[in-house]
């Protein structure tokens, strides 16, 4: 009975089974059924269908009929959905959890910490490995590909029929995409996107399903690079930052759930609040393999990602980090046959700034600034139109195929868009020595010179904002920058949100160099001495910034990156006042894009305050009741019945307990959470013998339960309430009387459902939905 007890779910540990009951939807629109399981052989106890608890699951065919879609699936942002769980990164401090730490010795904590740092190793390792697979296998299709496509140019400008080479890059950039757009529609829709929103959600303490598997992890890396390597207007940055958290998962908790492996390591970590810490240090390592920015990733994670933080996390997490840059840079230095040249810190390299080139005056902050309120705008522009395209996505393309179908048709629009942009473009300019175009394109040009128009298309994302950014000015004509703006502009937001994995930091990067290039050029012209001080590079450098901070409203963070990128502190203050312009202007019209795709999904996701007009909301007000509580010493069947209620779907349940005379009133001992009573029933602790009479038998819940949870009383603030359940990551909040009678319980769902719109303060409605 010991050995029953100590596989007992003591904490927010899984099951030994290691697999996760899925039934909550995706962040890209798409639901998974919920899977069902017996406890029993016989059929009596049918209560998996509600629980969290680990346990492998057989999907039925009836569960499996409820994949058809409707035609149509009404939305409506209105919803708070009740279907998203929370995880437990407050420790249940029950007597099992508490013997376990009291055993430890004082060693046993030192060897703990040297796991955490060697695990953040790992993961920096990984993840710089995993950065430099994609760099390379993009360099090596991408190249293959513009190749074979310049090569059929250059044959039919000569012969004629350039049709032909625009139905072949147009097959060859939907074909490409085709595979990437498959493997995520039909195998895991949960690599759909970036995956940043996911993993906010994830730290902000929402169960987000399989958004951690290894599985999710293949099919990312895959998926971005066909996306890359297909001509989209995306970037292979953002999915980084979803895959390092998914390696910090995996490494952390010593066994795979996809595989069904348990490797029998760090099971100390398998815990909610341990698991968490390393996530956030894997979406740094994720930031720092991308732009070698490994303080900028720390700081990211910080921003955008943790919601809770301590010192010692800090320097595990700028451990980690840089580990991953180094491991990109090492490896990538013996790809270019220079080993030990640790000049490639990220996955995209911006180019070193030099002093003398990005001087800049005190006369030209408030065009930085303009720039930023401009950028703002823009980004304002580019998520609104995102969230209107994001809702005709999820009620009419939620089917897998019409999923495939309309990346193939962004992909084959991009590559006819990209050849008529060239085509029609006049923008020739001299091949000259110091030229570093990879795939010059000479189309109409006169021999030795290029179209500058295909110098932008005609290459990776990266590529193109290295080029808009270092080469000499006059470069490009003010009317190739201000075609390629717009066009890639509409593109880059009618490519996000699509089933396939991609990321929006480089086309918002390469929308902004471009039209700051084109500003830098119009100053320099219209101004006496302009040549001299409005630099093209300089100004694409801040319209970067600009446009990237009104799309993704991140501030400090981004402004390390970008200055670690550049290799150039110079401009330090010209970037944080542009972010920070951006964001006041962005703000002021929408919300920032993850936000918004969080936002349409009904999450429950917790910002760092309550809204500012609520301190006459108490938790009388924000409290669910009445409550389902549990006796101290309660029936079998009781519990059964409990779990087994479809009307209802909580996970935690306070205990009571009766005092001695029969009229006082049940007072709180403890709480216990639906999935350790799924646990216990599973494992029978109730009794060693099982029989059909098992319901009347009685299971005491004292080992299993938190004794101390947190409380408050029925007249504490929202703000309060908000501010101790946030700080402290609770997943439950009991609200008492004077005499500690359970009247009500705050969740996750309570707190969120409050928020300030244009009308002072809302109220979301919850729904199943």
């Not at 100590?6 to 639901?31: F, H, M, Q, Y």
């Not at 099992?96 to 790992?122: D, K, N, T």
């Given at each position: 009975?010991?050995?029953?007890?100590?596989?007992?779910?003591?904490?927010?540990?899984?099951?030994?089974?290691?697999?996760?009951?899925?039934?909550?939807?995706?962040?890209?629109?798409?639901?998974?059924?919920?899977?069902?399981?017996?406890?029993?052989?016989?059929?009596?106890?049918?209560?998996?269908?509600?629980?969290?608890?680990?346990?492998?699951?057989?999907?039925?065919?009836?569960?499996?009929?409820?994949?058809?879609?409707?035609?149509?699936?009404?939305?409506?942002?209105?919803?708070?959905?009740?279907?998203?769980?929370?995880?437990?990164?407050?420790?249940?401090?029950?007597?099992?959890?508490?013997?376990?730490?009291?055993?430890?010795?004082?060693?046993?904590?030192?060897?703990?910490?040297?796991?955490?740092?060697?695990?953040?190793?790992?993961?920096?390792?990984?993840?710089?490995?995993?950065?430099?697979?994609?760099?390379?296998?993009?360099?090596?299709?991408?190249?293959?590909?513009?190749?074979?496509?310049?090569?059929?140019?250059?044959?039919?400008?000569?012969?004629?029929?350039?049709?032909?080479?625009?139905?072949?890059?147009?097959?060859?950039?939907?074909?490409?995409?085709?595979?990437?757009?498959?493997?995520?529609?039909?195998?895991?829709?949960?690599?759909?996107?970036?995956?940043?929103?996911?993993?906010?959600?994830?730290?902000?303490?929402?169960?987000?399903?399989?958004?951690?598997?290894?599985?999710?992890?293949?099919?990312?890396?895959?998926?971005?690079?066909?996306?890359?390597?297909?001509?989209?207007?995306?970037?292979?940055?953002?999915?980084?930052?979803?895959?390092?958290?998914?390696?910090?998962?995996?490494?952390?908790?010593?066994?795979?759930?996809?595989?069904?492996?348990?490797?029998?390591?760090?099971?100390?970590?398998?815990?909610?609040?341990?698991?968490?810490?390393?996530?956030?240090?894997?979406?740094?390592?994720?930031?720092?393999?991308?732009?070698?920015?490994?303080?900028?990733?720390?700081?990211?994670?910080?921003?955008?990602?943790?919601?809770?933080?301590?010192?010692?996390?800090?320097?595990?997490?700028?451990?980690?980090?840089?580990?991953?840059?180094?491991?990109?840079?090492?490896?990538?230095?013996?790809?270019?046959?220079?080993?030990?040249?640790?000049?490639?810190?990220?996955?995209?390299?911006?180019?070193?700034?030099?002093?003398?080139?990005?001087?800049?005056?005190?006369?030209?902050?408030?065009?930085?600034?303009?720039?930023?309120?401009?950028?703002?705008?823009?980004?304002?522009?580019?998520?609104?139109?995102?969230?209107?395209?994001?809702?005709?996505?999820?009620?009419?393309?939620?089917?897998?195929?019409?999923?495939?179908?309309?990346?193939?048709?962004?992909?084959?629009?991009?590559?006819?868009v990209s050849f008529t942009m060239i085509y029609f473009s006049n923008d020739c300019q001299p091949l000259g020595a110091e030229n570093k175009e990879k795939y010059p394109l000479q189309l109409f040009c006169a021999d030795g010179e290029y179209n500058s128009m295909a110098t932008i298309f005609f290459n990776t994302p990266e590529i193109s904002v290295r080029s808009l950014f270092h080469t000499q000015a006059g470069t490009y004509n003010p009317l190739t920058l201000g075609l390629f703006t717009i066009t890639y502009f509409f593109l880059a937001c009618w490519t996000y949100g699509l089933a396939v994995s991609a990321g929006v930091f480089i086309p918002a990067l390469l929308i902004g160099a471009a039209w700051g290039r084109l500003f830098g050029i119009l100053l320099a012209s219209i101004t006496p001495n302009g040549s001299i001080w409005a630099d093209p590079g300089k100004y694409a450098l801040i319209g970067a910034a600009a446009q990237l901070g009104g799309v993704v409203r991140m501030t400090l963070s981004l402004t390390v990156i970008m200055v670690e990128a550049t290799g150039n502190v110079t401009y330090g203050l010209p970037i944080m006042l542009v972010?920070?312009?951006?964001?006041?202007?962005?703000?002021?019209?929408?919300?920032?894009?993850?936000?918004?795709?969080?936002?349409?999904?009904?999450?429950?996701?917790?910002?760092?305050?309550?809204?500012?007009?609520?301190?006459?909301?108490?938790?009388?007000?924000?409290?669910?009741?009445?409550?389902?509580?549990?006796?101290?010493?309660?029936?079998?069947?009781?519990?059964?019945?409990?779990?087994?209620?479809?009307?209802?779907?909580?996970?935690?349940?306070?205990?009571?307990?009766?005092?001695?005379?029969?009229?006082?009133?049940?007072?709180?001992?403890?709480?216990?959470?639906?999935?350790?009573?799924?646990?216990?029933?599973?494992?029978?602790?109730?009794?060693?013998?099982?029989?059909?009479?098992?319901?009347?038998?009685?299971?005491?819940?004292?080992?299993?339960?938190?004794?101390?949870?947190?409380?408050?009383?029925?007249?504490?603030?929202?703000?309060?309430?908000?501010?101790?359940?946030?700080?402290?990551?609770?997943?439950?909040?009991?609200?008492?009387?004077?005499?500690?009678?359970?009247?009500?319980?705050?969740?996750?769902?309570?707190?969120?459902?409050?928020?300030?719109?244009?009308?002072?303060?809302?109220?979301?409605?919850?729904?199943?939905?």
């Amino acid at each position: 009975m010991a050995n029953i007890t100590k596989k007992v779910s003591w904490s927010s540990r899984a099951d030994e089974s290691g697999a996760t009951a899925e039934g909550t939807p995706l962040l890209n629109g798409s639901e998974q059924p919920r899977p069902s399981r017996q406890l029993s052989r016989d059929g009596i106890f049918q209560v998996g269908r509600l629980s969290t608890v680990d346990l492998e699951e057989e999907m039925t065919s009836e569960e499996e009929s409820l994949r058809g879609r409707p035609k149509e699936i009404p939305h409506n942002e209105k919803l708070l959905s009740l279907k998203f769980e929370s995880l437990d990164y407050d420790n249940i401090e029950n007597q099992l959890f508490l013997e376990e730490e009291r055993r430890m010795s004082y060693m046993g904590f030192r060897c703990l910490e040297i796991s955490r740092w060697v695990v953040c190793g790992l993961i920096g390792f990984l993840t710089g490995l995993i950065a430099c697979f994609i760099d390379i296998a993009v360099e090596e299709l991408a190249g293959i590909k513009y190749r074979v496509v310049k090569e059929n140019i250059e044959k039919f400008t000569e012969v004629g029929g350039l049709s032909i080479s625009l139905i072949l890059w147009a097959v060859l950039n939907s074909a490409i995409v085709m595979m990437g757009a498959i493997l995520v529609a039909f195998f895991e829709p949960i690599a759909a996107g970036s995956g940043i929103p996911q993993i906010k959600c994830y730290l902000n303490g929402v169960k987000i399903p399989r958004v951690v598997r290894l599985k999710t992890l293949v099919v990312k890396v895959c998926g971005v690079i066909c996306s890359v390597v297909g001509g989209l207007a995306v970037g292979k940055e953002g999915p980084m930052i979803h895959s390092g958290a998914v390696v910090a998962a995996g490494v952390s908790q010593g066994r795979s759930t996809s595989l069904k492996r348990d490797f029998k390591i760090f099971e100390y970590f398998r815990r909610d609040t341990e698991k968490r810490d390393f996530v956030s240090a894997g979406a740094a390592a994720g930031v720092s393999a991308a732009f070698g920015a490994p303080v900028g990733g720390v700081l990211f994670s910080l921003e955008e990602g943790a919601s809770f933080w301590n010192q010692m996390l800090t320097w595990r997490i700028f451990f980690a980090s840089m580990i991953s840059t180094f491991t990109l840079n090492f490896f990538l230095s013996i790809y270019d046959n220079k080993p030990g040249d640790l000049s490639n810190p990220g996955l995209i390299n911006f180019g070193r700034f030099e002093s003398d080139s990005v001087a800049y005056n005190l006369y030209e902050i408030p065009l930085f600034i303009a720039m930023g309120a401009f950028g703002g705008l823009l980004g304002a522009l580019f998520n609104k139109l995102n969230y209107w395209l994001t809702i005709f996505r999820i009620r009419y393309v939620h089917r897998p195929c019409l999923q495939v179908m309309e990346a193939m048709l962004v992909a084959a629009v991009t590559a006819a868009v990209s050849f008529t942009m060239i085509y029609f473009s006049n923008d020739c300019q001299p091949l000259g020595a110091e030229n570093k175009e990879k795939y010059p394109l000479q189309l109409f040009c006169a021999d030795g010179e290029y179209n500058s128009m295909a110098t932008i298309f005609f290459n990776t994302p990266e590529i193109s904002v290295r080029s808009l950014f270092h080469t000499q000015a006059g470069t490009y004509n003010p009317l190739t920058l201000g075609l390629f703006t717009i066009t890639y502009f509409f593109l880059a937001c009618w490519t996000y949100g699509l089933a396939v994995s991609a990321g929006v930091f480089i086309p918002a990067l390469l929308i902004g160099a471009a039209w700051g290039r084109l500003f830098g050029i119009l100053l320099a012209s219209i101004t006496p001495n302009g040549s001299i001080w409005a630099d093209p590079g300089k100004y694409a450098l801040i319209g970067a910034a600009a446009q990237l901070g009104g799309v993704v409203r991140m501030t400090l963070s981004l402004t390390v990156i970008m200055v670690e990128a550049t290799g150039n502190v110079t401009y330090g203050l010209p970037i944080m006042l542009v972010l920070m312009t951006a964001k006041i202007v962005g703000d002021y019209f929408v919300e920032g894009l993850y936000d918004i795709h969080i936002k349409l999904q009904s999450v429950p996701f917790l910002h760092w305050d309550a809204p500012a007009t609520s301190h006459w909301l108490t938790a009388r007000e924000v409290m669910s009741a009445p409550v389902t509580c549990l006796n101290r010493i309660e029936k079998v069947g009781t519990i059964v019945d409990i779990l087994s209620n479809t009307s209802t779907n909580h996970n935690g349940f306070p205990v009571v307990m009766q005092g001695a005379d029969s009229d006082e009133p049940s007072k709180l001992c403890g709480l216990i959470l639906r999935s350790q009573l799924i646990v216990l029933l599973k494992h029978k602790v109730f009794s060693i013998h099982v029989s059909q009479d098992e319901r009347e038998c009685m299971m005491d819940l004292t080992e299993f339960m938190n004794a101390t949870p947190y409380t408050v009383p029925l007249e504490t603030s929202l703000p309060r309430v908000f501010k101790l359940f946030r700080a402290l990551g609770l997943r439950h909040l009991v609200v008492a009387d004077d005499v500690n009678r359970v009247v009500g319980l705050v969740t996750r769902k309570d707190l969120a459902r409050y928020h300030l719109g244009r009308h002072g303060l809302e109220e979301l409605q919850l729904a199943q939905t």
